[in-house]
């Protein structure tokens, strides 16, 4: 213990908050973990520490990164159809360098803004929100906050990552090719997806894509069955389910979304490579394109677009729920309060689980699917709004009487919770089979969904990326620079997705490459430049946030060990945490998450890992008697 | 104009930003409170909030305000009207809805913002709030579920037979229409019998085929039920008709269905919105390639009476084109000719995409 009182940042928090853990480690094996995070792997080949690694700290900032590529690409390719929307009349001469033989004339080849509008919805949904989000956060955290020395399965961990990157690597070279990227929307929907003869982005470019999204099926379900086991098996001591935090829930829940769900769309893509390349006939049906009549027969559209949503739909669950989970943890850790309800945000995660998974044909109410099926699914829809709501209402409470600091990652907690309202009510009208036969594929679909899970999923990825950043990196970023880039990107979207409801309202179809044939869509000219040009902007201010992520990861002010003062474990490991995460023993859990502002209790926090015996002041009379 | 406008906005919002900022650290100063601490900052944040709720909140309704109409198109069918008012009816709920939790959330954003020496309320759960505001939301969304309902089992109902039956199918990049002529009966028609000529693929063996006329326009009777079926011959395209509240996907090998009661004829909507160019429009609304965005029909809603002139003025596909008939009675013999093979060649190189924009 002398040894360790000599230097100062071997977690003294852990010490002071009653951690049992590190005592009991012998003083020299801390003295080397002062000057090498990774002790254990002193000698390691810097392949094997930054590139193949097995923690799942590493692996989660090659998520990220790799994400934040992907949404860079994603974000320009919005870029680039924004500008033929906001300006269809207007030359894209200048952008022949990039786009080559795609413009022609000095306009955008219509087919090619297809696949524009197909990569953004792939690279956004799949490689940004669902690898990029969850994969990071979801593998940054489970270990830390139920006390894990990492996954169950490092190994198939580092698989799940690579996969991944051997995903990327396929769709990102799908855009090089002669015919172009897929282009059939992020649905791909057959027959157009299946037949090159209808678009050619259906030819090279769909296969590639479709063997990509097989790799990030893998890549999913390894990653997946690692956080659900890691979840039931590797809590620390003390750690029951019902002293998880929120994060881990959510987590927990994606993954077991994310298990069910993405076999399924296997199962599609599958068959829709046998469609495509071995002549059956699973979805097709009498058709005559391009001069012939096809010899498939019997098969059905409407199949496709079931199995494609019965993953789809828990998909945008998937997305959204980590970014739930990560915005409860952040909003009561800096309103200083415990989260509201805390027993009713898990009920609530489950049921939006549970209903998650009978909900996806409201994607397909005017499919010619039985009305029947229609009324029901209008049904099991209509019905998220109250775990929805029930989230909302917790979140507004945990606000209230709070004692709030405006931390980069708090105001991206409050924009989410702003976001997720404004979006998600826009839902009851779409979850409405009634008013769905107007609204389907129309721009309010449009802005409804980026809003409650594009632009939200973002704002909680930001959110969870502010808070975590010092726990990733040791260094915190720029505060300053992250409320410039919060307030720009908040405004920014709004103003973008609030005008695209009113060109939805009118009855503007989606993937439309211009609506200039139509005299009933034509009266929007002024708001889509707006739109677009707000869009541009708002995509420009994240580079604000890029530059202040890899500026900080070198030059950020050097994190103290819990800066937030947050209750959860991954605070108690050093500042940065080797292979490992703990030197010393695991700590053990005592209590719940959320003892912010405790009465009783001098600091207006309380970890997890102290023991009720040593807050004797502040115990409520039940945990007076776990003290005893 | 409007690249100004948000500039503006955007540099007027780091204006204030920069200015609320600088005024915090003056007073600070001045006060002798300035310490690098949360302190300044979050009160910045805190105005912020405020801020943006009352902008925010301005911009939002005034654009609204001044979009409403361009929103709202003229509708002209039955069903459509009562799809207006439960769509404004939910509107209005959950503008309730958002009005009441946006604002909650930024003021108690700005109110409950950082004070030194205060504490925040530990307030873990209550059972009685929690089932409050389980409750009543889900009575709400129960009435909006039955409502809903009624109006969906209603206009996803069988038509009446009265009504009229017109069919179209979708191919890329446009609509073919066809009626069912004197006989009132859609002949059959077989896909691998389509060619240049022969677009629907009649099947003229079939008596019922003889009278069928196909048409470039929609043409339908005002204040009758019209029944359209609907077809796809490629990729699924979607028969999308605003003015009526009409969405039916076309689905190739699987016929599907809509009906609607127009209710303004094409004419009484040109003197009404004062546009003699006025014209119901049919879109397609799912993606079918790279015209998707021009694949369009016009549809035109007659007096019942113009209607039947026109349809008994109508002059059915195998009159007009005798020599498919032609090639029908002889393939009724053993030895099939194969006329349709040239036509099948000239459709096989489609005309440039470039031609169509």
Not at chain 1, 24 to 48: K, R, Y
Not at chain 1, 95 to 119: D, H, R, S
Not at chain 1, 244 to 255: M, Q, R, V
Not at chain 1, 472 to 488: A, N, P, Q, T, V
Request: charged share 10%.
């Amino acid at each position: 213990m002398s040894d360790m009182a000599a230097k100062p940042n071997l977690s003294p928090g852990v010490q002071a908050q009653g951690g049992i853990g590190t005592a009991a480690v012998p003083a020299t094996e801390h003295g080397d973990h002062l000057h090498h995070d990774d002790h254990e792997h002193h000698d390691q080949h810097w392949l094997w520490k930054y590139v193949f690694s097995q923690d799942h700290k590493q692996i989660a900032k090659q998520f990220l990164i790799t994400g934040m590529l992907w949404a860079v690409l994603g974000g320009t390719l919005s870029s680039l159809f924004r500008l033929q929307l906001g300006w269809p009349e207007g030359s894209m001469e200048w952008l022949t360098p990039v786009l080559g033989k795609w413009i022609q004339a000095g306009k955008l080849n219509p087919e090619f803004y297809l696949a524009l509008v197909t990569m953004h919805g792939t690279i956004m949904v799949f490689f940004v929100l669902t690898a990029g989000l969850s994969g990071t956060f979801s593998n940054f955290l489970i270990p830390l906050q139920v006390g894990a020395r990492d996954m169950a399965s490092g190994f198939m961990n580092m698989l799940s990552y690579w996969f991944f990157f051997l995903s990327s690597v396929i769709m990102f070279a799908s855009l090089f090719i002669e015919t172009g990227p897929a282009a059939a929307g992020w649905t791909i929907y057959p027959p157009l997806s299946a037949l090159p003869q209808a678009i050619p982005g259906s030819g090279a470019g769909m296969t590639l894509w479709l063997v990509s999204m097989v790799f990030f099926i893998v890549s999913q379900l390894l990653g997946g069955v690692n956080y659900v086991t890691t979840v039931i098996n590797l809590r620390t001591r003390g750690m029951s389910m019902s002293k998880l935090p929120l994060t881990i829930w959510a987590f927990f829940l994606t993954a077991i979304l994310g298990i069910l769900a993405f076999p399924v769309l296997f199962s599609a893509a599958l068959l829709l490579v046998f469609d495509r390349s071995f002549g059956t006939s699973f979805f097709l049906s009498d058709i005559y394109i391009a001069g012939q009549a096809l010899s498939n027969q019997g098969g059905s559209p409407v199949l496709f677009q079931h199995l494609f949503w019965f993953l789809g739909h828990p998909e945008v669950y998937i997305v959204i729920m980590p970014a739930m989970g990560m915005v409860s943890e952040v909003l009561a850790t800096n309103a200083r309060k415990p989260i509201f309800g805390y027993r009713a945000m898990i009920g609530s995660l489950i049921g939006i689980s549970l209903l998650s998974f009978v909900v996806w044909a409201h994607h397909m109410f005017v499919t010619g699917m039985n009305p029947f099926l229609g009324s029901v699914f209008m049904f099991l829809t209509l019905i998220i709004a109250v775990p929805s709501g029930v989230k909302v209402f917790n979140w507004l409470a945990t606000l209230w009487r709070g004692n709030i600091r405006f931390t980069a990652a708090m105001l991206f907690a409050i924009g989410f919770v702003s976001l997720f309202i404004s979006g998600g009510l826009t839902g009851i009208i779409l979850g409405n089979a009634t008013l769905d036969i107007q609204m389907h594929n129309t721009y309010f679909v449009v802005a409804h969904f980026h809003l409650v899970m594009g632009a939200a999923a973002f704002f909680g990825l930001f959110a969870g990326v502010y808070h975590w950043f010092p726990k990733m990196f040791g260094r915190m970023m720029d505060e300053k620079l992250g409320y410039i880039h919060f307030w720009l990107t908040f405004v920014g979207v709004y103003l973008v997705f609030m005008p695209m409801h009113y060109v939805g309202i009118a009855g503007f179809p989606r993937r439309y490459y211009a609506w200039t044939g139509f005299d009933a869509f034509s009266q929007f000219a002024d708001l889509n430049r707006f739109i677009s040009i707000a869009a541009i902007i708002a995509f420009l201010g994240q580079f604000i946030f890029l530059f202040n992520f890899f500026y900080s990861i070198f030059r950020g002010r050097r994190a103290t060990q819990n800066p937030w003062n947050s209750t959860t474990l991954e605070w108690t490991t050093p500042i940065n945490p080797g292979h490992g995460n703990w030197p010393g023993e695991i700590p053990a859990v005592y209590r719940w998450p959320y003892d912010y502002s405790k009465p009783g209790s001098e600091a207006d926090f309380i970890p997890q890992n102290v023991p009720y015996s040593q807050t004797q002041s502040s115990n409520l009379p039940y945990e007076q008697d776990m003290a005893e | 104009m409007t690249a100004l406008t948000i500039l503006l906005v955007l540099v007027l919002l780091l204006v204030v930003f920069g200015l609320l900022f600088r005024l915090q650290i003056l007073t600070s100063i001045f006060s002798g409170t300035f310490t690098r601490d949360i302190g300044m900052s979050n009160s910045v944040n805190a105005i912020l909030m405020l801020v943006f709720l009352i902008g925010g909140g301005a911009w939002f309704a005034y654009s609204f305000a001044e979009n409403f109409n361009k929103m709202n198109p003229p509708i002209a069918s039955v069903h459509g009207h009562q799809m207006e008012r439960m769509f404004w009816t939910t509107m209005t709920i959950i503008g309730i809805a958002f009005v009441i939790t946006q604002t909650l959330l930024f003021i108690y954003s700005y109110k409950y913002q950082h004070k030194e020496g205060r504490r925040a309320f530990f307030f873990a759960h209550n059972n009685k709030i929690e089932v409050i505001w389980t409750v009543i939301p889900a009575i709400v969304m129960a009435a909006l579920i039955f409502a809903g309902w009624k109006a969906w089992t209603r206009i996803t109902g069988a038509a009446p037979k009265s009504a009229v039956v017109v069919e179209v199918m979708g191919k890329q990049f446009n609509w073919l229409v066809r009626y069912p002529g004197r006989d009132m009966k859609l002949g059959v028609i077989n896909y691998r019998m389509i060619d240049a000529v022969n677009e629907w693929g009649f099947d003229l063996s079939d008596k019922s085929a003889l009278d069928d006329f196909t048409s470039n326009e929609i043409h339908v009777p005002k204040g009758v039920p019209v029944l359209i079926k609907i077809r796809s011959r490629d990729v699924l395209h979607a028969v999308y008709m605003p003015h009526f509240r009409v969405q039916m996907y076309a689905v190739p090998g699987m016929p599907t269905r809509f009906w609607f009661t127009p209710t303004t004829t094409t004419n009484e909507m040109r003197a009404r919105l004062g546009n003699p160019k006025f014209n119901y429009e049919l879109a397609c609304n799912q993606v079918c390639g790279g015209s998707h965005f021009a694949m369009k029909a016009t549809v035109i809603v007659d007096e019942p009476d113009e209607y039947q002139n026109w349809y008994a003025a109508q002059q059915s596909f195998s009159q007009k084109n005798p020599e498919v008939m032609a090639a029908f009675k002889q393939k009724a013999k053993p030895s099939v000719s194969k006329t349709a093979e040239p036509a099948e060649a000239q459709e096989a190189a489609p005309a440039p995409l470039a031609a169509t924009y």
